[in-house]
T-cell receptor, first 112, second 114 residues
């Protein structure tokens, strides 16, 4: 079945630092890839997505590029803010099984 | 208007009780899901319904029984609650499960079994 591997956390950064969160996946067919964010005490919100190879998803200063050759979808932001402190999940879905599969999530804390 | 709404938000109950969590979506989506998030934030799919029909049933104890009276509702009933059932349960929906589209999540129900 599909699987997603995220880098181990937690991650603590100072405000305005550069962020990279690694994500790799295994999936059959032509998956779509997502990053979700979970702020403290809240549900999951879609942050960005990419539906085919070389697509770049972007939102709120975050970016991720669908790399089929390396089966990766790394999340980046050039300058993080305290308000970005949250748990970030990489996820994959393929039409074959209609199942959105998540990575383990990584907690990001940004210090002022 | 809340797109995917779950009730209750918090649920504290004793071992052995039976409880239900309700979920409704007003997005007109065909597919609905239940996910369980454990204390380490790991999310695992439990069930998926498409137009009221069960399409995914992961390895979940049969004490958990989903019910979909119509495609806008997917409720989760849990019998004989155990301590290990304590978690946050998320309902989600997507336009059509086989279209590789994102899912929209509710705010979660934090279940605590004491």
């Amino acid at each position: 079945g599909d699987s997603v591997t995220q880098m181990e956390g937690p991650v603590t950064l100072s405000e305005e630092a550069f962020l990279t969160i690694n994500c790799t996946y295994t999936a059959t067919g032509y998956p779509s890839l997502f990053w979700y964010v979970q702020y403290p005490g809240e549900g999951l919100q879609l942050l960005l997505k990419a539906t085919k190879a070389d697509d770049k998803g972007s939102n709120k200063g975050f970016e991720a590029t669908y790399r089929k050759e390396t089966t990766s979808f790394h999340l980046e932001k050039g300058s993080v803010q305290v308000s970005d402190s949250a748990v970030y999940f990489c996820a994959v879905i393929t039409g074959a099984n209609s199942k959105l599969t998540f990575g383990k999530g990584i907690t990001l804390s940004v210090r002022p | 208007d809340t797109a995917v709404s779950q009730t209750p938000k918090y649920l504290v109950t004793q071992m052995g009780n039976d409880k239900s969590i309700k979920c409704e979506q007003n997005l007109g989506h065909d597919t609905m899901y239940w996910y369980k998030q454990d204390s380490k934030k790991f999310l695992k799919i439990m069930f998926s319904y498409n137009n009221k029909e069960l399409i995914i049933n992961e390895t979940v104890p049969n004490r958990f029984s989903p019910k979909s009276p119509d495609k806008a509702h997917l409720n989760l009933h849990i019998n004989s609650l155990e301590l290990g059932d304590s978690a946050v349960y998320f309902c989600a929906s997507s336009p059509q499960g086989n279209m590789n589209t994102e899912a929209f999540f509710g705010q979660g129900t934090r279940l605590t079994v004491v």
